[in-house]
């Protein structure tokens, strides 16, 4: 007995199943249920994209025989959403914090963030919440990804130059 095989695939996107046969011959054909979400049934390696996680059964036909099932396991992952945060406001040389946040998919442990441009951060910016002092007003962009390699929305937050006084003591 193996152990079950699965692939992951994010919602909306494909993948392409790795069923092969052998041990009989000389010719082999293919079947693959449920059909549901597959771009052909009847090929050793079609397009699975299905909406929901599901287990692909292949059989394998030769000599009029059919081979016992085996299981692949197509689990679909959601798509994450992005927050950037609120809007920001800086003072000249200060640093401030951005308040990113993600969710979506409850079988990520958790997400990849990247943030640009990349002018003013302070320290990296592909963490959930950076640091950040630039040195002109800007918006910032953010994207997260799940550990699965699905991507996010783009969110946007402003980061607002505050004017600094000037102090002269005399």
Not at 38 to 54: E, G, H, I, M, Y
Not at 60 to 82: I, K, M
Not at 130 to 146: E, K
Request: glycine content about 8%.
């Amino acid at each position: 007995h193996r152990p079950s095989r699965f692939v992951d695939v994010c919602l909306g996107d494909s993948v392409e199943l790795q069923g092969y046969a052998y041990g009989a011959g000389p010719a082999y054909s293919a079947q693959w249920s449920p059909y549901q979400g597959l771009s052909d049934s009847t090929v050793f390696n079609p397009k699975a994209s299905p909406v929901l996680t599901t287990d692909y059964v292949l059989v394998a036909w030769s000599n009029g025989c059919p081979s016992y099932g085996d299981t692949v396991t197509v689990r679909v992952h959601t798509l994450p959403t992005v927050d950037a945060g609120p809007d920001v406001d800086v003072c000249f040389e200060q640093i401030s914090q951005l308040d990113g946040e993600a969710w979506g998919d409850p079988t990520s442990p958790g997400y990849y963030y990247y943030w640009w441009p990349t002018a003013g951060f302070v320290g990296s910016n592909q963490v959930e919440n950076p640091l950040i002092s630039p040195d002109t007003t800007r918006m910032y962009y953010v994207i997260a990804t799940s550990v699965y390699g699905c991507e996010s929305n783009v969110d946007s937050v402003l980061a607002t130059l505050r004017p600094t006084p000037q102090a002269e003591a005399g």
